[in-house]
């Protein structure tokens, strides 16, 4: 699973279009197209994708020793 296919779930979860999330993200509705089809996605994004999406985020990490 990439993370375009967790965020277009995030959406779906959501019961948000495209065009729905992109007015909530300030973007067009292409641009969140575009994302849903990245493998790779900046942090911040992800952060604004998921808040338009009604979720909250948190990020961990985990280091040996």
Excluded at 9 to 30: F, H, P
Excluded at 34 to 51: A, G, P, Q, W, Y
């Amino acid at each position: 699973m990439t993370i375009g296919d967790f965020l277009r779930e995030v959406r779906e979860r959501a019961e948000l279009t495209q065009r729905q999330l992109a007015a909530e993200m300030g973007v067009t509705q292409s641009a969140v197209s575009k994302i849903e089809r990245r493998e790779d996605v900046l942090v911040s994004t992800l952060i604004t994708f998921v808040k338009a999406a009604g979720g909250r985020y948190e990020i961990n990490a985990w280091m040996d020793d």
